[in-house]
C-alpha cells in the first residue's frame, strides 16, 4: 500500500484529507468498491524534511505502523483510505501492546494504537515515546472478565485464592487492578498467571486457569471456541480509551509529524465508515486476521472507536490508573501522565 508523487502533488493530497474523510462517512453500506491492497511496501526511504517550497515533502516518507489483531490494516484497506496518501505505509505485527511500545521506543516502528496502560509501564521504563491521540470506543469498553461456564466468579472479588491469567503491561492489567481495588481485595490474594494472549486462551481452554482478563478481539474468540462467559467488563473499572503513540525519534522530524496528522485523520475516516459497515469491516478484519467471520462480526461492533486530543479528563483517568499502579508496586516509578503526551500533532477533525 504505498504511493509516490510529486512535492506538489503531496501538498495537495494532504490539503485533500478532509475532502477524503467526508467520502469515507458517506459510503454507507456499499462495500464493493472499499476494497484495497492490504499488504504494505516493503521499501523504505529516508525522509526528507522540505520540498523546495519549504515544506514538508511527504513523498520521503515511509510509515512505519505497528498494528495487533486489531482490525486497522483491514479498515484502512477496505475503506482505501490510504489509496492516495503522498507517502509510503509499511504494516508490522505484535501480539499485544507492551512490544508496541518499546518497538516505538526503540524507534523499531513510528505509530501504533495500544491499550491504557502499556504507555504506563513503557514511561515507568525510560521508553523514548509520546501519546499523539486518543482513542475512545463508543461502548466505553475495552476489556472483559472471562469465566467458564457454571463457575461461582461473578466479581473481582470472587477472584480471592483464583488462578487467572492477564497479559503483563496491558490495558487487561490495568483493568484487572481496578477492578481488584474498587472490591477491595489485595492483589496479592489472586494468584496472578502472567501469559501473552495466544497463551492466555490455551490456559483458560485447558481450564489452567479460573479467569482470563483480556480484551477484543479475543473475548469474542474464547466465548466462541472455549464456551467462555463474560462477566465483568467496561466502567467503572475502565472507560474504553486507548491511545495512539508514536517514537520520539520521529516526531523530531516535520515531515513524519506531517504524515502522523495526515494518517490519524484518514483513519479516522476509515472508522467513521466503518461504524456504519461494520460487517463490511468485519470481513475484512477476518481475512486480515484469519479470526472466523463470526468473531470479528461480533468483535466489529464491540471495537468501534473514533479518535479524539488528550483532555483533562483522559488525562484524569489516566494519571488514577497510574498512581494506583504505582501503589501496589507494578509500576517500578511513578509516572506523570501528561508528560508523555505530544499535544500538537492531532487536534481532532471536523
Known sequence: MSRTTSPARALLA?????SLISGLAACGGDDTNAGANLS???SSADATTT????SP?????????????DGIRAVLGKTGALDDAPYKVEFSTFQFGPPLVEAAGADKIDLAWVGNTPPLFGAAAGSNFKIIAAV????????????HQGSTIK???DLVGKKVAVPKGSSANGYLFSGLKREGVDPKQVKLVYLPPADGLAAFTSGRVDAWVVWDPFVQQAEATAGAVAVQGGEPDEHGIGFQIASSKALEDPAKRAVFTDYLKRLQGA?????????????????????????????ARAKSSHL??????????EQTLADLLNDEGVLPKAVDFKSIVDPGVFEGTS
Open 51 to 54: 520540498s523546495g517550497g519549504g
Open 271 to 299: 472508522w467513521a465508515w466503518a461504524r456504519k459497515n461494520p460487517d463490511g469491516w468485519a470481513a475484512a478484519w477476518s481475512k486480515d486476521s484469519g479470526l472466523p467471520l463470526a468473531v470479528t462480526k461480533k468483535a
Open 40 to 42: 504494505a511496501d516493503e
Open 155 to 157: 466479581d473481582f472479588k
Open 14 to 18: 494532504s490539503l485533500a484529507v478532509l
Open 308 to 317: 479524539t486530543p488528550i483532555d483533562d479528563e483522559v488525562a484524569g483517568y
Open 136 to 147: 475512545r470506543e463508543y461502548d466505553s469498553q475495552e476489556n472483559s472478565l472471562l469465566v
Open 57 to 69: 515533502d511527504l513523498s520521503k516518507v515511509t510509515l512505519r505502523v505497528g498494528v495487533q489483531k
